[in-house]
Structure formats: C-alpha cells, structure tokens
C-alpha cells in the first residue's frame, strides 16, 4: 500500500498459553513513508514464527530500531529502505532471553534477518548489529543468520558498519554476510567478536576503513579496501586474535590508504604467523600504501612469515615493519642502518644538561630483513632505575633526559627495550602456541661524566643557572644548549677563556630581541655583519665612507681609488682657486655649518627607510663639503677602525700641503703667482675651515673610551676599551700610536685654531702692539696668520669678527652629543633639541644685532641657512615617524640647490672679466674698469704678505680693510 504514517510500532510477543502449532505470521509493510520513528519488537518465543517484510519504506525522521530476542524464530526481510540525515540510520539489538523448557526439545531451527538494497546515508550512525550482554552459559538453541546484499551505508559520521556481540563465546550462533555493499566516507566501521563474511567496498574513511577486535573475518570473492586514513591502520586495524581468512580465488585490494602513525595498510597489534589464512592460492594486492612512522604496508610481529605464509601478496615484497626487537645508537646525519653502532664515546654534561643521545628502534621486515620502527625503552643509570616506558620516534631519534646523579664522577647508563609481551597465545584453528623472539636485544649502555657549570654560569642545587652579574641584566639561561637569551642592547660574552664580559652595548649590537647565542659564539647579538668583543670588528671589512660591514667585491681596486683620491685634492684646490669659493667673501659660513650639521646627524636618518643605502645620491655632495668620499668603497680587503681613523686625517692633510705647494712656488715665481693671483691664502683658510669639523670629529672618535667590567673566577676588575672598536685596548698596542697623534692634532690645530678665530680681535686690539705679539702676527716670512684671519673676518663688521669663531664654538656641542651618545635611536630626541637650540641661538644673535656681516646679502644667506635648519629640525621633531626623514631630505636638497647656485654665482664672477663671456652674454663694463684690470701690475704672494697691513690699533676702525680690498 501507499501510505503516510506518522509513527510505528510493531511488537510480537508470546502467547499467555503455551502453543506448539508453530503458526506463522506474516507482517508486509510496504511503500510507506514514516514521518517519525519505525519501531520492531521481536520477543514472542518459539511460540510461533513470525515472517516481516519492509519494502520501499521511507523514514527521514526519528529512530528505525529492531530489537530481537534470541530465543524467537523470525524471518525479517529489509529491502529498500532509505534513511538520511538521522541519529541512527537502522540499529538491530539482539537481546538474550533463556529458552522455555517446554520447547527446549524441539528440533533446533534458525532465523534469518536480510537487508539488502537499502541506503543509510549521512546519519550519525549508519548500520549497526548489536548483541545485548545476558550469556550464561546456557545459550538459546537457534542460529542467527544475518544477510546484508547490494546496501550503501555512507558519509555517516561516527561510524557506518558496526557489528558486535558481547563476548567471543557467542560467535558460534551467528552467521553473518556483508555481501556487495558500499561503505564509503564513513569515519570508520568496526567488527567486534564477530564471525563475518565480506564481499566489499570500505574505502575512504577518515578514521580506518575497518577495525576488528577479536574478530573472524572471511573474505569471499573480492574486497576493495582503498584510500582510507588512521592513525594506526589506515586501511585495517586488527586486534586481540583476529584472524582473516581467504576463500579460493578470493582478491583482495588494500591500496592508497595512510597511516598517521604506524600500518599504512593494515596494522595489527597480536603476534601471529600470517597476515593472511588460505590453503590456496589467492592474491593480495598491497600498492601505494603510507604510513608516518612505520610499515607502510603492514605493521605488525609476523613470525617466520616468509617459511610458514602462502605467496599471497602482489607485488611479492612488501613495506612490513614490527615492534623493535633491537636498537642501536646513531647519527641522525647518516640515517642508513649500516652506519648505526652498539657503543658510543663517553658523554660529557654539566649540572642540570640534559643527557641527550641518538637512538634507532629496530624491527622485523616481511623478509626477516632490519625494519625502522619506533618503540619504548627503560633507562637505568648506575643499576637504579631512572626512567620507564620512554617513547621512542621512529629513525634516527633523540632521547634526552636529564639525570639526578650530578657529583663530578663517571656514571653508567644502560637502555633496555620495554617489553609489552613475554609470551604471545595464539589459538587458531585449536592450535596453542608460545613465541618467544630469542633475537629481541636485552641492553645498551655507555657512560658520561659530570662537568663544572661554564663560564657565565653557576651551581646552584644542581643545576647551572646564570651568574649574577648576567640574570641581573635581564639576561636568560639554559644550561642544556649553554645559550644565553636577552631582549638585545646588551653584550655578553667570554674574555680570554676565563673571564666574561656583561654590559650594556646600543653601538652595533641588535637592537631588538630576543636575542640567543653561546658564551664562546657570542657574535649573534650583533648586527651588520659584526662579531668580537663587544660588536667591534668587522667579520668581512668596513666600508669607507660609513660604518657598515660588506665583503670586498673588487678589493684590487684599491691602488685606483688612492688614485681618484689624490685626483679629488687637486680638483678640490684647484676649484676654489678658479671660482674664488673661498671664505674671504662672506657666502661660505653658514653653508659649511648646514653642511657640517647635516653630516653629523645624518646616522641619525640613516636608520629611516629613506636612507638604508648611504649612497644616497642627495648626500653626496654633502658628503664632499666635509671632505669625505661620499660613497661606500671596500678600500682593502679586511679593512678595520684603525685604519679608518688614520684615513680620516689623511685627506685634510693632503689637501693642505697641495695649498701649502702652491703658495711657497707662487713666492718664488711669478708665473705661478699670476696664475694663482690672489686667491691663495683664502683657499688655505678655507681648508682649514673645512677641514675643522672632520679633524675634531676623528679626534673625539680617536679619544672615546669605555671602561667595562670583567668578571673573572676569583677577582673583579675594570677594562679599558677604545670605544668606536673594542676588540682594541684603550692606549695599547696600536691604539697608542694613534691617540698620540689626536692629541697631537688636537694640540697644534683644533684648539689653537679655535682660539685664533673666537679671540683674533680681542689679540689684534690688546696683544698686537707689543713687540713678540706683534712680529709673530705679521711680521715672519714665513709665518704670519694676519692674513689667514683676515680672510674669515674680512667680510664681517667690526665689532663682530668673532663670529666665525663662534660658529666653530657652535658646532663643539653638536659633534660631541652625536660622536659620544650610545644610541641614535634611543637619544633621537635629545640630539635633535640639542642642535635646534644651539641653531635657534645663533638665529637669535643674528637677528638681535641686526647681522654680522657688513654686506646685506651674506646675512640674506646666513640667516637663511640657519633658519631652514630650525624649520627642518622642529619638524622633525614634531613630525609622527611615518613622517619622519623626509624632512632631512627637504634638508639636503636645499643644500644642494643653494651650494650649486653658488658655485654657479661665482663662476660668473669670475668669468664676467672675460670679453667671450662678457659678448656671450651682452654686457656692458666700465671701460676704465676693465683697463685698469688689464694694466695693473699683478703682485706675487710673497710681495703681498712683505707688506705692513695697518692694525686695528693704528687707525679707526670705521676705515679698516679687509682681506677682499687686500686681495
């Protein structure tokens, strides 16, 4: 019939009087769709026999159960059942009931159940056969035959298949087929204590296609068991005495299926004697099969399968692995079993180290062959026992422990492998054995002896914590890689073996942390590619021109830039001469101090992103205004600090005695002097004034110096280390030659040359009259600095020819706040207040006196630079630092642009007296002018100088020249 029912319930029951007619009774139930649960209660006896047909029956909601009594005879017929999206798809509970002594005669008889054609699909639980506990011994007198035929159980979520019964014992009173069914997708499916036989699809399910526990499984015809996942046994997993048995010309197909752990294919955790039962020849197709660990096609302890198993497998050898039986020590870089060995050297460790070693578990391949397995060991040292059940990974594995026994002696360690089974009962077939492997390997042993805790730790109730010294610096240990961790800006290290170092490091050491390394390897706390004492040598070579650490890549090109560097000096010289771009004319002052202030302050922007390569081109001309190179060059391979230093006097040296040159030749020929004219002693002051900031700045490099401590076994003592590169002792060795030659420089130049500029009027008005003063102010051939002074105060008011002087004051603080502070990072504020106060101050004076120079234009100019420089650094300051850096490079190119259009002023002033130039551009001169520049007869240098230029002293001050109108 066609019909809607909401809920069914069909229960048969016996008789109130006994019956022994056996009437049948028939139930047909058929294309009937349930709106809720279909429920069937066989418990009726032998009394009668009940026959039940459910056809095309439809029931997506509620429960579909069977509950059985095993004392009833029934003949149940399930076709073409559909249950989807349930909790349970069909569940069958076969519940004990004792027989009846009035039918305990009768003649035995069996029932049967057959499902077939029926799909479970997508439910919690798909097909499940249950037997409810109740055996006493005294089991019903009827066999229970269970059909399934041509079903699909799929995509259920905890299990598809699951049979069980109670106990093994009652294994005997069932017969059940699982016969052309697909089960896939399911999580997995399960036998328990069942006598079954399979004739299946069980492929890709995510927990194991198929466990069986105490189980017979018989295999008729052809089984597929493919692309299933487990984490032991990825295909089949067999436990407590299951057997499989083949029926002739029986294919089985156990491929593409993966183990997480251990038996990609099948695993098995008894030991038996073949994998496989069958008195003839059938075949097992074993392909592509993984595991994890170990036994990619099969895991588990086969005993002599290879004399005692059919040739079932295709291919013939398979990937078979057991539990271990053996171990060996190895080395996890030579992994092939050949190379592991049964001994190893004696280990050394310190208080509180963990005892590590290297271990490979040995198994039985299929072919009696050596097999990696993983396994479980128990550890003594010196006959007690230490540790138990150690777990083992699978190849070359390392075991650590760290042991109690901690006095300074030698210690015995021995391993043994943890046996899970003495004897293995097999009963097969009513035949008892015991297998006892006599290869199982019984120990390993080796010995390690107890160190005293490294430099940089201490004992402390056994174990080796850091020292003091080092965990009060925020620093982390841990004896067993002997690694030190710090959140960086610090350094800690050894110091000739016996010693360390522990201090605060900001100048080259990493920034950031956590950083970790090892006392006798302490290079990791430093950044670009530094290492030493305290970050201070180069691994591969400095850069001239910065303070990075590169690999030479051309380092015989060194001869060519010694060459480029001389061929600047000239050019240099040879420039100012042509252009007149000397300090005499009043434009230089505040352009040479912009220039100084951006040089010194560029570390500051160089950690910016806008600035990571120093070869910026907008800070090369920059960088040529303060004499350096102004690119990066590997000037030799291995280059250090050292030899930086002495390279930063060389070149205002250099340029000096090119100058020098040129005005001893121009006193002793005419021709020279013609060509020179009177630009010479200008060009020589405006060397020195370039020159100034470079020299100081090396200097107070060469003079800095940190003291550290050094913490030794028994004493505490102070060590002094030049600061720019510490690997060198401050005052010692080679450091000595050149702090000598700083101090030298400092004494005969830096201080007397400040002085001359900051007091020369008040030494020109007080001290000049008298007759020492006044020959060593003008009056030596060869040694007169009137003029030298005149140049820098020529083109200032009277009453303000200190003001170079200051500017050079102005400039000590910010080079001693830059060359001297730990951090750029940490002190960027400070620096940049630094510098916008002293450059607000000296905007400040020019503006309260109205300028110092006696020209308008040059106060334009400086009052500009100063200016520009206020703005720049204030919003610097303010600026968020997303923001910041680009304001330096606003700074630089107004540099740039106001230096180019200076050269560019004066290179028309000093073409302006060309008649090509002057047609060139259409412009008128003063004759009278032009002859008399044509005539006048040109006087040498030596000329110039033999001359007495009047003092301050000895006419008004309203009518004094300057060093322009002189030249």
């Known amino acids: 019939m066609n019909t809607k029912l909401y809920d069914i319930r069909i229960i048969y029951t016996q008789p109130l009087s006994c019956q022994s007619n056996g009437h049948q009774y028939h139930l047909s139930l058929k294309n009937v769709t349930i709106d809720n649960s279909l429920y069937l209660d066989i418990c009726h006896g032998r009394s009668y026999n009940v026959n039940v047909i459910t056809e095309n029956v439809e029931s997506n909601q509620g429960h579909f159960d069977a509950v059985i009594c095993t004392n009833s005879f029934y003949h149940i017929n399930i076709t073409n059942v559909s249950r989807r999206n349930m909790y349970n798809g069909l569940r069958v509970l076969y519940h004990f009931e004792k027989t009846d002594d009035y039918f305990s005669n009768h003649i035995q008889n069996s ?31 009827i066999h229970h035959s269970i059909l399934v035929k041509s079903c699909r159980i799929r995509n259920n979520k905890r299990y598809g298949l699951f049979l069980e019964n109670y106990s093994s014992a009652v294994m005997k009173h069932y017969t059940i087929s699982i016969n052309d069914t697909e089960i896939i997708g399911n999580k997995q499916n399960g036998l328990i204590y069942t006598d079954v036989v399979l004739n299946n699809v069980i492929s890709n399910s995510t927990a194991t296609g198929l466990s069986i526990l105490g189980s017979t499984v018989k295999i008729n015809g052809s089984a597929f068991i493919t692309n299933n996942i487990g984490k032991d046994g990825g295909g089949m997993a067999i436990h407590d005495d299951s057997v499989i048995i083949l029926f002739p010309n029986t294919s089985v197909n156990i491929s593409n299926n993966h183990a997480m752990h251990k038996g990609g294919g099948v695993y098995f955790r008894n ?40 040739p079932v497998f295709r291919p ?77 990974n699978a190849n070359c594995s390392l075991v ?64 080796c914590i850091c020292r ?14 002997q690694t030190i961790e710090h959140d960086g800006k610090k350094w800690i290290g050894e110091y000739n073996d016996t010693c360390f170092i522990s201090e605060a490091c900001l100048l080259h050491c990493a920034s950031t942390g956590p950083v970790s390394f090892t006392m ?49 000096g000239i050019l240099l010289v040879v420039l100012l001469i042509a252009l007149n771009l000397t300090v005499s004319n009043g434009m230089l002052n505040g352009l040479l101090f912009y220039a100084n202030v951006i040089k010194l302050y560029k570390p500051i922007f160089s ?90 700045h090396t200097i107070v490099i060469v003079l800095h110096k940190r003291e550290v401590t050094l913490y030794c076994p028994d004493s505490k003592e102070t060590l002094s280390l030049w600061y720019e590169d510490p690997t060198v002792e401050y005052g010692k060795g080679k450091h000595a030659g050149l702090l000598a030659f700083a101090i030298l420089v400092l004494i005969t130049f830096v201080i007397p040359y400040t002085l001359f500029l900051l007091l020369g009027q008040l030494y020109e008005k007080y001290l000049s009259n008298f007759k020492i003063f006044k020959k060593f102010w003008c009056h030596f051939k060869y040694l007169c600095f009137k003029p030298i002074i005149d140049a820098y105060s020529g083109p200032m008011k009277d009453k303000y020819r200190f003001w170079p002087g200051l500017l050079l004051v102005a400039r000590i603080p910010l080079l001693l706040s830059v060359t001297l502070v730990d951090s750029y990072i940490e002190s960027e504020s400070l620096l940049l207040c630094i510098l916008l106060v002293v450059v607000a101050s000296l905007l400040s004076l020019h503006v309260c006196f109205g300028g110092f120079y006696r020209r308008r234009v040059h106060n334009i100019v400086e009052i500009w630079f100063l200016f ?8 610097e300051i303010v600026s968020e630092d997303d923001e910041k850096g680009i304001w330096f490079i606003i700074c630089i190119s107004i540099f740039n642009l106001s230096l180019i259009m200076m050269v560019f002023y004066h290179a028309h002033l000093q073409l302006s007296t060309k008649k090509w130039y002057r047609k060139l551009w259409s412009k008128k001169r003063n004759d009278e002018v032009i002859a008399e520049s044509e005539t006048d007869e040109h006087k040498t240098v030596f000329i110039q100088m033999s001359e007495i230029i009047p003092t301050s002293t000895d006419l008004d001050v309203a009518c004094r020249e300057s060093v322009v109108e002189l030249y």
């Not at 171990?327 to 996890?332: I, L, W, Y």
């Not at 072919?367 to 007690?384: F, K, L, P, R």
């Not at 650490?549 to 830039?561: M, Q, V």
């Open 400 to 463: 650590e422990f760290t042991p109690n026994q901690t006095e300074y002696t030698l210690h015995n360690v021995t391993l043994t492998i943890h046996q899970y089974f003495d004897q293995f009962p097999l009963s097969h077939g009513g035949i008892s054995q015991l297998f006892d492997d006599s290869r199982t390997q019984k120990f390993l042993e080796f010995n390690y002896s107890v160190n005293h805790c490294p430099i940089g730790f201490i004992n402390n109730s056994g174990k």
């Open 868 to 875: 520009n420089l206020c703005i720049v650094v204030g919003l």
């Open 271 to 310: 030991r038996i004697t073949c994998l496989f039962k069958s008195d003839m020849s059938v075949h097992v197709h074993m392909l592509n099969n993984t595991a994890a660990v170990a036994g990619d096609d099969s895991y588990g302890n086969i005993v002599n399968a290879v004399d005692y198993c059919p």
């Open 468 to 481: 003091e010294n080092i965990s009060r610096k925020g620093a982390r240990c841990n004896i067993n890689t």
């Open 607 to 696: 950690s910016k992103e806008y600035f990571k390569n120093s070869e910026y081109v907008s800070l090369v001309i920059a960088s040529w205004s303060n004499l350096d190179f102004g690119f990066e060059v590997c000037f030799y391979e291995g280059m250090d600090r050292y030899f930086n230093e002495w390279l930063q006097f060389v070149f205002p040296f250099y340029v000096w005695i090119i100058i020098i040159v040129i005005i001893a030749l121009s006193w002793k020929f005419g021709k020279i002097s013609r060509l020179v004219g009177s630009h010479a002693i200008p060009v020589l002051s405006t060397l020195l004034l370039l020159s100034y900031t470079k020299l100081t």
């Open 520 to 568: 006798d390897r302490p290079d990791a706390q430093c950044e670009d590619n530094r290492g030493e004492l305290m970050c201070g040598a180069c691994k591969k070579s400095l850069l001239l021109g910065s303070n990075r650490c590169d690999e030479c890549k051309n380092p015989h090109l060194t001869a060519l830039y010694i060459l480029i560097f001389a061929l600047m």
């Open 316 to 392: 013939k050898v398979i990937k078979l692995s057991s539990d271990a039986i053996g171990f060996k020590f190895c080395d996890p870089e030579n992994t092939t079993i050949e190379q592991y060995n049964e001994s190893i050297p004696k280990k050394e460790i310190f208080p509180g180290e963990k005892l590590k070693f290297y271990i490979a578990m040995q198994g039985v391949g299929y072919n009696n062959e050596d097999s990696i397995t993983d396994g479980v060991i128990d550890i003594n040292i010196d006959n007690e026992q230490k540790l138990k059940e150690v777990p083992v």
């Open 111 to 141: 029932s049967k159940l057959i499902i077939e054609k029926s799909q479970f699909d997508d439910n919690m639980r798909g097909l499940s056969i249950l037997k409810l506990p109740g055996y006493n011994g005294e089991y019903a007198k």
